[in-house]
């Protein structure tokens, strides 16, 4: 099993910044990949970036390209999404996962954390 709590959401006026980490914890010593997806109020939950457990791969959904950047620290066991230009329609909650591929399904999910993105 694995744990994932994720933290850094926030409010932020449009054109902010916010950084959301993602830390893992129990069976951490498998090669997992992680990503986020997001849910909007009313919508259903969608795919918004991945990395390889090398981190040497990343994906991102065309929406958030130019804007938003995953990364992962293993020492830590900590991933990472860097949002830059945030627009109101960036406001969802955020969900951590984790799973064998970067394509999924993902086996493990967070509680998420809230960004809300003021215009």
């Known amino acids: 099993q694995v744990q994932l709590v994720e933290s850094g959401g926030g409010l932020v006026q449009a054109g902010g910044s916010l950084r959301l980490s993602c830390a893992a914890s129990?069976?951490?010593?498998?090669?997992?990949?992680m990503g986020w997806f997001r849910q909007a109020p009313g919508k259903e939950r969608v795919f918004v970036a991945a990395?390889?457990?090398?981190?040497?791969?990343?994906g991102y959904t065309d929406s958030v390209k130019g804007r938003f950047t995953i990364s992962r620290d293993n020492a830590k066991n900590t991933v990472y999404l860097q949002m830059n230009s945030l627009k109101p329609e960036d406001t969802a909650v955020y969900y951590c996962?984790?799973?064998?591929?970067?394509?999924?399904?993902?086996?493990?999910w967070g509680q998420g954390t809230q960004v809300t993105v003021s215009s």
């Open positions: 996962v984790a799973g064998p591929k970067t394509t999924g399904p993902y086996d493990y």
């Open positions: 129990g069976r951490t010593s498998s090669s997992y990949a």
């Open positions: 990395i390889t457990w090398s981190g040497l791969r990343t």
